[in-house]
């Protein structure tokens, strides 16, 4: 037997320099474990989170669709399409948006009033794989919210959601419910009390999301009101998403997936440099 004492390797072998990462590529389990735990934090309440959206969108679509007659024909893309049809596509994916807004934008926001903040911080993390995977739980919780109405709406008497262009509903889906996950986190990071989320909530993305032609085609508005529409991302999102069910859209389709690309890309840049700044998030 060596009965010469063993060497210990020093420190500095051992455990990396300060500032020095540890994991050089990307972290797939903390990243996996963050987007399971967003996931469950919502899915633990999901009578709450999307079950209850579920049934406000359906009492949507049952109050215009009982006071318009359901039948009632709107022109759109040169197609004549009942109301009904017209309408539930936009509920559907109107659902999912708010609801990608109002998961993205309670993370960090609570982390920050409970002091549970340095639990999204300390981990081995990127600021990619942080915005990764809480954009990923937000989407996650509005795919599941959109499911639930669309499996609805396959048994509403009078009410035909057929998908005709997969691709569409799928694209338009991701981007919308991409691009209010990544204003909610935003939001998150801006606002010190639940009062401020609510601002951005009911004052900027409940009144695009209403004005963005979910209920009404835009050509029938005046000039005016038809401009600020096309300016409305959202109404992008409404137009393309619908689309993808009844064939026929009231603004240009392909300008509609480029531009809502475009858009998330900016607003991921945004996020990414904010998060990396540690604004209104580290003391």
Aim: some cysteine; overall charge positive; glycine content about 10%.
């Amino acid at each position: 037997m060596n009965d010469q004492p063993q060497k210990i390797a020093p420190a500095s072998a051992i455990r990396a320099e300060p500032g020095v990462p540890v994991i050089t590529n990307v972290n797939w389990g903390g990243l996996q474990t963050l987007y399971i735990k967003e996931v469950r934090r919502f899915f633990k309440v999901q009578l709450q989170t999307i079950w209850a959206p579920a049934i406000t969108t359906l009492l949507f679509l049952a109050i215009f669709t009982v006071s318009t007659g359901g039948r009632t024909p709107v022109g759109i893309g040169g197609a004549t399409i009942a109301f009904a049809d017209f309408l539930a596509p936009g509920l559907i994916v109107m659902g999912m948006m708010q609801n990608a807004f109002a998961n993205s934008s309670f993370s960090l926001l609570v982390g920050k009033m409970q002091g549970t903040i340095v639990d999204y911080l300390m981990p081995p993390l990127s600021v990619g794989e942080l915005l990764t995977a809480l954009v990923g739980g937000a989407v996650t919780r509005a795919i599941l919210v959109g499911a639930a109405i669309w499996v609805v709406m396959l048994f509403w008497p009078g009410v035909h959601v057929g998908v005709t262009h997969f691709w569409a509903v799928i694209w338009f889906g991701l981007m919308g419910s991409a691009m209010l996950s990544l204003i909610g986190v935003l939001t998150s990071i801006w606002a010190e009390k639940f009062d401020h989320a609510a601002v951005v909530g009911n004052f900027v993305v409940a009144p695009l999301s209403l004005l963005s032609g979910t209920f009404y085609a835009i050509d029938r508005l005046a000039p005016a009101f038809q401009t600020f529409s096309r300016f409305n991302p959202f109404h992008y999102v409404i137009s393309g998403f619908r689309y993808g069910f009844i064939g026929a859209a009231d603004s240009p389709v392909a300008v509609g997936a480029l531009g809502l690309l475009g858009l998330n890309l900016v607003l991921t840049a945004i996020c990414y440099a904010v998060l990396k700044s540690g604004w209104k998030l580290r003391s």
